[in-house]
């Protein structure tokens, strides 16, 4: 089996392809856990081939994978009718060696707002060799950019989404054929595990019966003031409990949300911002931690959540279509409303009345079983599989 995975963005800061697989983890992660997923289904010699948009030429292996770094001229962000020329001329060279092979092939382009490259590739490529197209939290869009990619997307065999929930707006509006196959994959995961307990507050510092901790941005899509009101409403009920906040940039609301903790006796005894944390920082942050807490009106999928299930802390998280997917529906910790301060003020008495420890174990054990970059590997292969026999019913 040839799969060729194709990645349209890049960031223009970055110098070199080792420093780009350093710094964003998920893209080994995932094209190593497809390798490996690959061998485990009987395939002895799966290739897999990572074509990625970059400032120079170059190719490294790495972990069984094959990464071409391509330039194209096109400067780092791609327009909605742009298609990249170089990455389509990696996929049609693995495509034509997998075809003297007599092996079957599939492209995984990455991105659905990147889909001007899928008539191209259509194109260019032998007719039995699918194209599935990843969801990158992207939005379906109005006007001509949304009538061409509704035009584009139609040449594909299969959409992955992080949950099929998130790809209800997209048959809405007509940009996704209902009947295109639907495959529920992570778009990324982790290599978080956890540390021990009293090693990990050592090193962090943190402190509390329970820790709670949240890592987002303060922006109103995550809605922490909404989580603030909730805890306000419970922690009277917690007084040994800690809040710790860790965000990112940018984070327009962190003046409103310090005025807001400085306002209320119980938020200012039991909360803390951490600011801008390294990620380097984050995995013995999250295993300081019991209990994770966001108020995500919309995730894509969810690093933060993911993040936290592997280092074994329990989610008190909203029900959104990937977080509910993210915790095999709300069986795993508690789903709540988005926006309501009740429900949350709620998940968390019901959360916090359960033994903690087995709920902890329950969380590691659904990210192994769902959500790593193992699991990610398995159903993509399993994906694959699917669309080229739909393509090509002779594989």
């Not at 327009?79 to 003297?100: N, Y």
């Amino acid at each position: 089996m040839y799969i060729i995975v194709l990645n349209s963005s890049y960031d223009p800061g970055i110098r070199s392809p080792v420093e780009l697989l350093s710094r964003y983890r998920t893209m080994p992660g995932c094209s190593g856990g497809t390798f490996a997923a690959a061998r485990e289904a009987g395939y002895s010699y799966p290739r897999v081939t990572v074509g990625q948009r970059f400032h120079h030429d170059a190719a490294i292996q790495s972990g069984g994978v094959a990464y071409h770094f391509v330039a194209d001229g096109l400067g780092s962000e791609l327009g909605w009718w742009q298609g990249s020329s170089a990455l389509e001329f990696v996929a049609v060279g693995e495509c034509r060696a997998a075809q003297r092979e007599g092996l079957p092939a599939v492209v995984h382009l990455h991105g659905l707002v990147h889909a001007a490259m899928v008539p191209r590739l259509r194109r260019a490529l032998p007719t039995g060799v699918p194209i599935v197209v990843q969801h990158h939290a992207e939005k379906p869009r109005a006007g001509l950019p949304g009538l061409y990619l509704r035009w584009a997307l139609s040449g594909v065999d299969g959409v992955f989404f992080a949950a099929r929930g998130l790809v209800d707006p997209w048959i809405r509006q007509g940009a996704i054929n209902p009947k295109t196959p639907v495959f529920e994959v992570m778009e990324g995961s982790t290599d978080f595990s956890r540390i021990d307990l009293p090693e990990a507050r050592r090193r962090t510092g943190m402190d509390g019966s329970p820790v709670v901790l949240w890592v987002g941005r303060l922006d109103d899509n995550k809605d922490p003031l909404t989580v603030l009101a909730g805890l306000e409403a419970v922690l009277p009920g917690f007084p040994g409990a800690r809040i710790y906040m860790a965000h990112g940039e940018p984070s327009p609301l962190v003046g409103v949300v310090r005025h807001r903790i400085a306002g209320s006796e119980v938020l200012r005894r039991s909360v803390e911002l951490l600011g801008s944390v390294p990620h380097s920082r984050m995995e013995a942050i999250f295993s300081s931690a019991d209990y994770f807490i966001l108020g995500s009106r919309y995730e894509g999928s969810g690093f933060a959540l993911a993040e936290a299930l592997a280092c074994g802390v329990v989610p008190i998280v909203t029900d959104i279509p990937s977080f509910r997917m993210m915790t095999d529906g709300g069986a795993i910790g508690a789903l709540w409303t988005p926006g309501d301060p009740e429900a949350l003020a709620s998940a968390v008495i019901e959360v916090l009345g359960r033994p903690l420890a087995e709920q902890s174990r329950a969380a590691r054990l659904f990210f192994d079983r769902r959500l790593s970059y193992a699991a990610i590997g398995r159903a993509s292969v399993a994906a694959y599989e699917r669309v080229m026999k739909t393509r090509n019913p002779r594989v």
